[in-house]
């Protein structure tokens, strides 16, 4: 494989266990990592990331509420007042059915948000699959790919054996724009 | 570490056991004064504050039956200090003679009954029917209690059916209990939902009781490896939960309410919702019930923190506590001044303190945890993935 | 002990529960299949038909007239809103619950939510004379110069239905994007592009799953309250008014829990079939299906309590006009729904209380089924009852039954019938990934609880 597209090696394993101190271990050693798996992983997830990614798509979702809800008000007042009809002796602004306008679209502009920001922390939709992605990792492995220097390469790939990967790659750059899976 | 904690009893501190003295006394001595000074006030903070806290010892028992129907694993090492607040609902039984023989004070209509709600309000019926209720339910709690303590296989196949009837009882006879003791002190007023309402604020108050009694016991028994902060966080958002559905059911009165405008039913809306002082109260209510333990309990650290969780539960204890007293005034309360908490505070600073004391004497007599509960011994080694 | 289906999971492989989800995908659609389809489409085409001759006619050929101006499409719009319910419940509450049954029902009442809405968004539609006008309802800027009216609960509803539409569906569909994915790898063809495209390029990474869990959870908090809200405000359409038997502050949560009742049956009618064609049996236990008898046990309980509730408080008010309506309520021309809705549901699934009904199969399909005609009954008392007989006496009309109203409900239910049909062939029935998880956290608990003696090798016994 050329150097210059070499990027890494990636390592499947078939034990969730095994595969969960590999990634802490590489994680510990300082080098990017990518982990792939069937389930989401909660908990490797909350000791691998403690501030990630995840927190602002909680706040976008807050940011979107109160957009929504905001405009839920400005709407039903401005138009109840353009035309002001009076209907059961109510009055023309009358905030109970209001405020339950206003609680819909806080929950509708707060799912947009959250749909929004998650697309967007996940850069997706995405047109090609990485490089170093098997389809046993949706299915019944899990996946460790660790971004190193060709001259890194052995050691990584006699650790990975070492720590319990059945398989391990040696993973190169991929053209843009393929959809299909990477053959090697 | 199991044989520690299937000896463990829970005894207060001598301080907590002499605070609690003090409230019982402080509580009697205003009930003497305003027995002298302000009859109908004593009875109105009287009725107030025992349905209260009626209410929160009875849902000591319900929070362990629908615990253990809803096989909640997490809830189990809450149970007994949960269920245990059942040893005041005897003492509670008692206490409401008091307010049958203040019978004339409390329905105002007693010497003329409304025709049209008899033979439902007829005074045998009425006082007949409500002793019973409690007696029943009290009974049946100090069953569930005694069941539970005992805790072996049998036991275990007896509760697995009693909690059923624990939740059933509960919802239908303190809906009654709501009516006659709300809804009828005010005789032109009838609501369809009271019941509900009714039997729903005392399990919300309930659940706030429960996450203070817990943090409380975890750092009096230093039990943090047992009464972890994942298990405050559970009754923590049931806590949350209910809330908003407590404000839900309130909500969906004053909608409808609200709509129809009808003389028949707007009454007591306008007196909570426009006539000072009752608007007044009624913003305070919703702000410590609700609104306040919403904005709070919407963060998870919060939650997680027994000293934050404590505050929340605070806040929402005080906010039903002043609706009890607002649902019993509204219908009574007649004077033109502000309608004084201050005395239906003292007045359940006894209710407070005589409770209390029930639940310590019944905790300082069983094991803290249900250690022949085969659920509670998965709950100290299995702890499952939270989201 | 844990419950059998607690740790049974344990003994599958992860592959196992791929192959065994996306097997009823990946085949070809079999005869009996195709014969559904065709069934569920006949049956559309009635309600086609049906409408069709309404439009062509006008309103007066449905059984619509003075003073019962609502009457069977407002009852099936309620129902089938109702039904939507169960799948937010199963999939958002009992996920914030942390309930190990849910995965079993997730997607599939997922599905049946968006399709039950799709469903009852027809009905008002339906309801109009002028069917083409249906869009007035949406306050946009028109050349009349006039806006809804946001005072009433019919435009409530609109603001409602489609934001719980709209949150279902994003909650629905971004849930099946890891399936999507697997189906990608596993497709060949047109199938590869399709499940390609619908998987947005998911490859399950950290960088990927991170911000997914967040966002599961937190569209999980947000469609919770809208299982309070949407049938709140659909109960509002009738509590908001003056009529006895309908000016009741009780609707919002007894209309909830309705919902949340029928929709549940409807769960159970749908899942056993699933289950036996499908052979999802190790997935879809029976402790599973006795843990949603028990919902509907509760459910149950709330709705007779709310019957109690509005009976004692009628005759409590002492109001003359309240206490005639319940009276011909039960009393009436239409005494027969009536005491078939207290029957179905009320009694019927007292029978749940036994054992042997809740892991029966058949009790649990028959007792689903007679739910759901209870509920869909107890729609139509409530509504034509209070129409037929409202304050005086000289304005009181009843309502008949007419052969347009029944076509047009056989269609909505073979609409329904279609949209699922035509879901379990192409989207996997079970969350893939969520089962998994399930398999990795039962042999983590047999792990852990055998360590600590609590799991004795052959003693897992049924909940």
């Known amino acids: 494989m050329p150097a210059d597209r070499f990027v890494g090696v990636c390592a499947s394993f078939e034990d969730q266990k095994l595969w969960r101190a590999a990634t802490f271990a590489a994680q510990a050693s300082g080098q990017a990592i990518e982990a792939y798996g ?13 501030h990630s990614t995840q927190n602002p798509v909680r706040l976008w979702t807050l940011l979107g509420g109160i957009f929504g809800g905001t405009i839920a008000f400005c709407m039903t007042i401005w138009m109840s007042r353009n035309w002001p009809l009076v209907v059961g002796g109510k009055p023309i602004v009358s905030w109970p059915p209001f405020i339950c306008i206003c609680f819909e679209m806080t929950v509708l502009y707060a799912s947009f948000a959250c749909m929004g920001s998650f697309l967007a922390y996940a850069r997706l939709p995405h047109l090609t699959l990485p490089a170093a992605y098997r389809p046993e990792f949706a299915v019944d492995h899990f996946g460790l790919f660790v971004a190193c220097a060709p001259i890194e390469a052995e050691h990584w790939q006699r650790q990975l054996i070492e720590q319990g990967a059945q398989w391990v790659w040696l993973i190169e750059n991929q053209p843009r724009g393929r959809l299909a899976l990477p053959t090697f | 570490m199991d044989e520690t904690l299937a000896q463990l009893r829970a005894t207060a501190t001598p301080h907590a056991r002499a605070l609690l003295w003090v409230l019982l006394t402080i509580g009697v001595v205003t009930a003497a004064v305003l027995s002298l000074t302000d009859h109908a006030r004593l009875w109105y903070d009287y009725l107030a504050n025992f349905l209260f806290f009626t209410g929160l010892a009875q849902n000591g028992i319900v929070w362990s039956a629908v615990t253990r129907g809803c096989n909640a694993r997490w809830a189990r090492p809450l149970q007994r200090i949960a269920e245990s607040l059942a040893g005041a609902l005897p003492l509670s039984v008692l206490l409401f003679i008091p307010l049958m023989l203040a019978r ?46 005992v805790g072996d296989e049998r036991a275990q196949r007896k509760l697995a059916r009693l909690w059923v009837v624990v939740v059933f009882a509960y919802c239908y006879l303190w809906t009654i209990i709501g009516l006659d003791l709300n809804v009828a002190l005010y005789p032109g007023w009838y609501d369809y939902i009271y019941g509900w309402y009714f039997f729903i604020v005392h399990w919300y108050g309930g659940l706030a009781l429960v996450s203070i009694l817990a943090i409380l016991w975890r750092r009096r028994l230093a039990l943090a490896h047992v009464i972890t902060d994942d298990i405050l966080h559970d ?65 998870r650290v919060w939650k997680r923190r027994p000293a934050t969780l404590a505050y929340i539960a605070s806040l929402a204890l005080t906010g039903l506590w002043i609706s009890e007293n607002l649902m019993v005034d509204v219908s009574l309360w007649h004077r033109p001044s502000f309608p004084p908490l201050i005395t239906s505070a003292l007045i359940g600073c006894g209710f407070c303190g005589a409770y209390g004391l029930c639940y310590l004497w019944v905790l300082r007599r069983v094991t803290v945890f249900p250690m022949r509960d085969p659920v509670m011994l998965e709950a100290l080694v299995w702890h499952p993935a939270r989201h | 002990m844990p419950l059998r289906s607690e740790i049974e999971p344990a003994r599958f ?112 539609i339906l309801h109009l004379g002028r069917a083409w006008r249906f869009y007035w309802v949406f306050p946009y800027p028109n050349e009349r110069r006039i806006w809804v009216n946001f005072r009433s609960p019919l435009v409530l509803d609109i603001f409602a239905i489609s934001t719980y539409l709209t949150v279902s569906l994003i909650f629905w569909y971004l849930g099946m994007v890891p399936d999507f994915a697997e189906l990608r790898d596993r497709a060949l063809g047109w199938r590869r592009t399709l499940y390609g495209v619908l998987s947005l390029g998911w490859v399950g990474s950290l960088r990927q799953k991170a911000p997914f869990l967040k966002l599961y959870i937190l569209l999980a908090g947000l469609a919770t309250p809208l299982v309070l809200s949407v049938h709140t405000m659909v109960s509002w359409d009738f509590a908001l008014s003056l009529l006895p038997g309908w000016h009741e502050e009780i609707f919002p949560p007894y209309f909830v829990a309705g919902a949340i009742f029928s929709g549940l049956a409807m769960v159970l009618t749908l899942v056993i079939p699933l289950r036996h064609y499908f052979h999802f049996e190790n997935h879809i236990t029976m402790d ?54 207290s029957v179905c549901n009320v009694l019927v699934p007292l029978l749940f209380f036994f054992r042997r009904v809740r892991r029966s199969l058949v009790g649990l399909l028959v007792v689903s089924i007679l739910v759901n005609i209870g509920m869909f009954l107890e729609r139509l008392v409530i509504i034509v009852t209070t129409l037929a007989y409202s304050f005086d006496p000289g304005s009181w009309g009843l309502w008949h039954l007419t052969w347009v109203e029944v076509g047009i409900v056989i269609g909505s239910f073979g609409w329904f019938m279609t949209l699922f049909l035509l879901f379990v062939q192409f989207a996997p029935s079970l969350p893939i990934a969520e089962v998994k998880r399930d398999v990795l956290e039962a042999r983590d608990m047999v792990e852990t609880l055998t360590a600590a003696n609590l799991l004795p090798g052959e003693t897992v016994h049924a909940g």
């Open chain 3, 13 to 124: 492989t992860l592959r196992e529960v791929s192959d065994e989800i996306l097997r009823p995908v990946e085949a070809p659609p079999s005869m009996r299949f195709l014969l559904g389809l065709a069934f569920s489409l006949l049956c559309v085409a009635i309600g086609v038909a049906a409408w069709g001759r309404q439009l062509y006619i006008g309103m007066g050929v449905s059984g619509l007239a003075w003073p019962v101006m609502w009457a069977m499409y407002i009852t099936c719009f309620v129902f089938w809103i109702g039904i939507a319910h169960s799948g937010t419940l199963i999939s958002a509450i009992l996920y914030l619950f942390r309930a190990k049954f849910r995965p079993s029902f997730s997607r599939a009442s997922e599905a049946m939510t968006i399709f039950a809405i799709a469903t009852a968004g027809l009905f008002p």
């Open chain 3, 288 to 341: 599973h299906l006795e843990a949603l008898a028990k919902l509907i046990i509760l459910t149950s309980s709330i709705v007779a309590y709310s019957y109690a509730s509005e009976y004692f408080t009628a005759w409590y008010s002492g109001d003359t006009y309240e206490r005639t309506a319940y009276f011909l309520r039960a009393f009436g021309h239409y005494w027969k729904p009536f005491w078939i809705m």
């Open chain 2, 104 to 149: 004339r004070t409390i329905w105002t209509w007693w010497s003329a009954p409304p025709q049209r709600k008899l033979p439902w309000l007829s005074h045998g019926f009425l006082l007949g029917r409500d002793f019973a209720i409690f007696a029943g339910l009290a009974a049946l709690s100090v069953y569930y209690l005694r069941v539970s303590v």
């Open chain 1, 38 to 50: 069937p389930v989401a992983d909660e908990q490797t997830m909350r000791l691998l990331r403690p």
């Open chain 2, 235 to 299: 009754n923590g958002e049931l806590t949350f939960a209910f809330g908003i559905f407590w404000a839900y059911l309130f909500w969906a009165q004053f909608m409808v309410l609200w709509y129809a405008n009808r003389q028949d039913d707007i009454t007591i809306l306008i007196r909570l919702s426009q006539q000072h002082p009752w608007v007044t109260l009624s913003w305070i209510t919703l702000a410590l019930g609700f609104f306040l333990p919403f904005g709070f309990g919407l963060s």
